[in-house]
């Protein structure tokens, strides 16, 4: 069992739950190898939240059912997935900032004490509003934390890879410098010449 999200894109998931979010941000489809969306169905919107939500419990601690998702369902979560693209992008490469966590309106979480008197939060609510409490629950810890700003999505706009930046600056904008940061690399340096030539 693992995040199957991340795993299809070889990506090293996030500590803990944070894991939850740069998951969804994978389940954003790869166009030029045909790696589907998984929140393109109903179908595999669910078999990607009932994972989710199971390796989701096991990292964060926290209880969580499942969530049973129908279409109104998956095309809110797709538009949570693309906001949160937004502000990712927004703050780390600069792009337009989108409208915000809009979607997350109406989210519920609730509140379980635990044996030593902590407060746990847990999301609440059905169908997307699960997954989206998990997700404002997560963003919230890693604000907190400081390790949001460690999240992020490939500098490629076409490409789906959202990794988590372990780099002691928090300075990595590709999600495989070997293949996107390549190319990359590879068109500015083409750009270079033509201009020396020019
Ligand atoms: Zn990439």
């Given at each position: 069992?693992?995040?199957?999200?991340?795993?299809?894109?070889?990506?090293?998931?996030?500590?803990?739950?944070?894991?939850?979010?740069?998951?969804?941000?994978?389940?954003?489809?790869?166009?030029?190898?045909?790696?589907?969306?998984?929140?393109?169905?109903?179908q595999l919107a669910?078999?990607?939240?009932?994972?989710?939500?199971?390796?989701?419990?096991?990292?964060?601690?926290?209880?969580?059912?499942?969530?049973?998702?129908?279409?109104?369902?998956?095309?809110?979560?797709?538009?949570?997935?693309?906001?949160?693209?937004?502000?990712?992008?927004?703050?780390?490469?600069?792009?337009?900032?989108?409208?915000?966590?809009?979607?997350?309106?109406?989210?519920?979480?609730?509140?379980?004490?635990?044996?030593?008197?902590?407060?746990?939060?847990?999301?609440?609510?059905?169908?997307?509003?699960?997954?989206?409490?998990?997700?404002?629950?997560?963003?919230?810890?890693a604000q907190v934390?400081?390790?949001?700003?460690?999240?992020?999505?490939?500098?490629?706009?076409?490409?789906?890879?959202?990794?988590?930046?372990?780099?002691?600056?928090?300075?990595?904008?590709?999600?495989?410098?070997?293949?996107?940061?390549?190319?990359?690399?590879?068109?500015?340096?083409?750009?270079?010449?033509?201009?020396?030539?020019?």
């Amino acid at each position: 069992m693992a995040w199957s999200a991340c795993e299809r894109y070889a990506l090293q998931p996030a500590p803990g739950g944070l894991a939850l979010i740069q998951d969804l941000l994978n389940t954003r489809p790869r166009l030029s190898t045909k790696t589907p969306d998984l929140l393109g169905t109903v179908q595999l919107a669910q078999q990607w939240s009932d994972t989710a939500l199971r390796e989701w419990v096991e990292a964060s601690g926290r209880p969580s059912r499942k969530a049973k998702l129908g279409k109104a369902d998956v095309e809110a979560l797709r538009g949570i997935r693309s906001q949160l693209v937004s502000v990712l992008r927004g703050r780390d490469y600069g792009d337009e900032p989108g409208a915000g966590l809009v979607a997350l309106g109406g989210v519920e979480v609730g509140m379980t004490v635990t044996e030593t008197g902590m407060l746990l939060f847990e999301p609440s609510g059905s169908g997307w509003r699960r997954i989206a409490g998990a997700v404002a629950i997560e963003v919230h810890d890693a604000q907190v934390s400081n390790t949001f700003r460690r999240l992020k999505t490939c500098r490629d706009p076409r490409c789906p890879g959202g990794f988590y930046d372990r780099s002691p600056n928090n300075s990595g904008t590709w999600h495989d410098v070997r293949t996107c940061g390549n190319v990359a690399n590879l068109r500015a340096s083409r750009a270079r010449r033509r201009s020396e030539t020019a």
